[in-house]
Structure formats: structure tokens, C-alpha cells
């Protein structure tokens, strides 16, 4: 594995961004997701638009649609690397 180097970080994103890269990666609407998850059409936009917090419970449901962990769409430019635990 020496002849890897770990990529980069190039841009922050928010948790809005994160999950709306979700949802397009899933080639989902927010029309798609609101029907899967029971979360409002207008509530996954402001969610993606940052004018409303995910919260954990939304983050299980849209994690749950999305296929991923909670913690990617709470946490999506966390660092293992560099943030150490006390």
C-alpha cells in the first residue's frame, strides 16, 4: 500500500451539501427522498439549503434512504486524522 498517498480534502461541505451529494449520487429527487423517508419535500430543501438543522433523528431516517452512515451526513468534514479524542 506504499505506492498510495491519501487524497487531499479540496473543499468544505456543509452538512446541507452533504446531503444533497447524497441524494444526486442515489440519482434521487427531493421529491424521491421526501417519499422515502416521510420528510417533507420542503424540509430536505432547507435541510440542503442549511436553513434547518439536520438533527440525529432526520440524520437516521435520511442516512436509512441515502445508504450511508448518519455520521457522514452529521459529520461530513470530520477528520480522524487530525481531530483527537480527550
Known amino acids: 500500500m506504499s505506492e498510495y498517498r491519501k487524497a487531499k480534502k479540496r473543499i468544505e461541505?456543509?452538512?446541507?451539501?452533504s446531503v444533497?451529494?447524497?441524494?444526486?449520487?442515489?440519482?434521487?429527487?427531493?421529491?424521491?427522498?421526501?417519499?422515502?423517508?416521510g420528510?417533507?419535500?420542503s424540509t430536505i430543501s432547507a435541510i440542503e439549503n442549511d436553513?434547518?438543522?439536520?438533527?440525529?433523528?432526520?440524520?437516521?431516517?435520511?442516512a436509512r434512504a441515502l445508504r450511508c452512515h448518519p455520521?457522514?451526513?452529521v459529520f461530513?468534514?470530520?477528520d480522524v486524522e487530525t481531530d483527537s479524542a480527550a
Open 13 to 17: 461541505v456543509s452538512v446541507g451539501e
Open 20 to 37: 444533497r451529494i447524497l441524494r444526486e449520487l442515489q440519482e434521487m429527487s427531493q421529491n424521491d427522498l421526501a417519499a422515502a423517508t
Open 39 to 41: 420528510i417533507p419535500q
Open 51 to 62: 436553513r434547518v438543522r439536520l438533527g440525529v433523528e432526520r440524520a437516521k431516517v435520511l
Open 71 to 73: 455520521a457522514v451526513l
Open 76 to 78: 461530513p468534514g470530520w
